[in-house]
């Protein structure tokens, strides 16, 4: 029947009824298709008149049954009476049991249904949040910052446009000026002001070598990934102190923290030292001395204080005078 087909537009179904009353006391529309679901409207007059949403049974709603936030309206054409409006609805829909609305006021004839989808998320079988199938800003903000990440990536990558050499230790990297000054006020001003490095349009980085370069250059890019950074991380703590690149730094002194253990405390707290690290040198600190560690590398000690700077010593000697002051 040609009032059983629904209209949709955007979020919006629209079901048009041209008969209904005492002799038609049910109808079933035909499906249409609201985001990756297949929907029905059916409308019964018993007492009341009761309208129901539900998803086609199918595969797709059997494996990822719709969570849907919506809004009903139903009007009479030709009358002057008020339309009704439900409040805002929101539920896993799986059968037409899953929601009814009964509407108190008792339509006959010709009227319209109309269904304003406001979110549709797909159920989570295994728990946890359903997941809007609709970008919201976060979404496109997220798929935005992926597109952008692969471009610069191909950019590293393949040497598209590149305007800058890079000189290593043992061979020489491309890059972009824009990329570099943009990530590091160093970088900017070596190419804002009449240094060599702007005239040249090459950079000598010789204390890194090429594949430790290439880490700092993927993080850069946001191409990096986490066993890279890993494995060079003290070489970019380096270069990110040389260049004033911030977020490296942050970056990793939070990782150095993560795996101190008697074999690197040492190391690492002359790391800190030199780089101004302060929650890398107090994690080292309470290391050694809050937790007794100190005893494990006793060995190690005598050449770490020929060779620590002066100042640490000191430092260390009033945190051991602290932790071990009488009580």
């Known amino acids: 029947m040609a009032d059983t087909k629904v209209e949709t537009i955007a979020r919006l179904a629209q079901w048009k009824i041209e008969n209904f009353g005492p002799t038609v006391p049910y109808k079933r529309s035909e499906p249409f298709k609201i985001g990756i679901w297949n ?27 719709p969570i849907a936030q919506f809004v009903l309206r139903v009007t009479t054409s030709g009358s002057n009476r008020r339309p009704y409006i439900s409040p805002i609805h929101e539920r896993v829909l799986r059968t037409s049991d899953d929601f009814s609305c009964i509407v108190d006021i008792n339509f006959q004839g010709r009227f319209v249904i109309d269904v304003e989808f406001l979110d549709l998320k797909v159920y989570p079988v295994n728990g946890g949040e359903g997941s809007s199938i609709w970008p919201i ?17 191909r950019m590293l990558d393949e040497g598209i446009h590149a305007d800058v050499t890079i000189n290593t230790s043992d061979g020489t990297l491309k890059a972009h000026k824009a990329i570099l000054s943009s990530s590091s ?11 060599k490095e702007k005239e040249s349009s090459t950079i000598n980085i010789e204390d890194m070598t ?21 494995r060079h991380r003290l070489a970019l703590l380096g270069a990110a102190n040389k260049y004033d690149i911030v977020d490296l730094k942050d970056a990793c002194e939070e990782s150095l923290l993560e795996d101190i253990n008697s074999g690197n405390v040492l190391e690492r707290l002359q ?39 002066r100042e640490l010593v000191v430092e260390m000697f009033q945190e051991l005078l602290a932790v071990w002051k009488p009580t």
């Open 137 to 153: 800003d976060g979404t496109m903000q997220s798929l935005a910052t992926q597109t952008t990440l692969k471009c610069l990536s």
């Open 210 to 230: 090429t594949e430790s370069c290439m880490a700092l250059l993927s993080y850069l890019y946001g191409a990096i990934n986490q066993k890279d950074f890993w």
């Open 185 to 195: 006020p160093v970088f900017q001003s070596m190419f804002q002001h009449n240094l």
């Open 271 to 309: 790391e800190a030292w030199l780089y101004q690290l302060d929650k890398l040198k107090k994690g080292c600190l309470m290391y050694l001395l809050d937790f007794g560690k100190i005893y494990d590398v006793r060995e190690e000690m005598n050449d770490f204080f020929r060779q620590a700077d």
């Open 39 to 65: 929907w029905h409207l059916s409308v019964e007059k018993n007492r009341s008149i009761c309208i129901r949403l539900f998803p086609e049974p199918s595969r797709v709603s059997k494996e990822q049954p």
